[in-house]
């Protein structure tokens, strides 16, 4: 009876049925569910997971599915991580319009052929085909050129194999993997890099200083700061004085009294 239940539960560990979801979320009501983690079940069977009409993050990786069918109904899916499964077909991500950022990295995806169907997705900003961390890759990555040719089909992207591309901090990064490069490239001679005439900076001298608005509401704003910051000052100076003058206070209370003889 034990070994029956337990293939039983074997099984619903294989395919996504209303009884797992329903047992693994506390949710009656499948529409209910926001939020999934499957993560490394042996999951290879979607079964009734598309009935999760309001579900905004998924999380799949590490199981063995091969077919995205059951997605294709998850309009308001936002985050969906199906890293470490076996898929090569992506086409039915493309009705998943709010998607905004796929791992697929440790699959199977071939070609770029494959990752078109995406382009209708206009809030995807973040792609990982890869994962460094993991060892995680997918056949496409082969392609020396497919990160050029993937920021040309999504111009929207933002991140792409966890490395920023645009937007706030991109500088930053790629100064960090230029230097990284240069260090894997071997060019360090007695721990210093060897100097070159024709090096500019990566980025102008203005770069880092702070850019005062013209709004007339952050400079009042500055000022009221500037003010208020003052007055801390003040009070701290008239703490520290304070504080001082009673601790003598009291240490001549301390001190014993001498009587003349």
């Known amino acids: 009876m034990d070994s029956k239940r337990d293939k039983d539960q074997d099984a619903d560990y294989e395919k996504i049925t209303a009884v797992l979801l329903k047992s693994r979320t ?12 499957f ?36 309009r308001l899916l936002a985050v969906l991580n199906v890293s470490a499964n076996r898929i090569s077909n992506l086409e039915p991500l493309s009705s998943c319009e709010s998607l905004q950022s796929l791992n697929v990295a440790g699959n199977v995806i071939s070609s770029i052929e494959n990752l078109h169907c995406l382009q209708p997705l206009r809030k995807l900003e973040n792609i990982r085909l890869k994962d460094n961390t993991y060892n995680y890759t997918n056949p496409v990555c082969r392609n020396l050129s497919y990160r050029n040719i993937l ?47 024709d090096c500019k900076p990566w980025v102008e001298d203005t770069y880092w200083e702070i ?21 801390c000052r003040l009070l701290n100076n008239r703490a520290t004085h304070m504080i001082s003058q009673t ?11 001498q009587y003349a003889v």
């Open 39 to 74: 993560r490394g079940l042996g999951i290879h069977d979607l079964g009734c997971i598309g009935e999760c009409i309001n579900l905004e993050r998924l999380d799949l990786s590490g199981n063995n599915i091969t077919n995205l069918a059951s997605l294709a109904s998850l």
């Open 211 to 231: 850019k005062r608005s013209n709004n007339a509401i952050i400079d009042e704003a500055y000022k009221q700061f500037n003010d208020v910051l003052h007055e």
């Open 151 to 197: 920021l040309e089909m999504f111009p929207n992207i933002k991140v792409l194999d966890g490395e920023r591309v645009v937007g706030r901090g991109s500088d930053l990064y790629q100064l960090c993997k230029d230097i990284d490069d240069t260090i894997k490239a071997g060019l360090y001679k007695n721990g210093q890099l060897p100097e070159h005439p």
């Open 26 to 37: 506390g949710e009656f009501d499948l529409e209910s569910i926001l939020f999934l983690k």
């Open 247 to 257: 601790e003598r206070s009291l240490s001549l209370k301390k001190q014993p009294k």
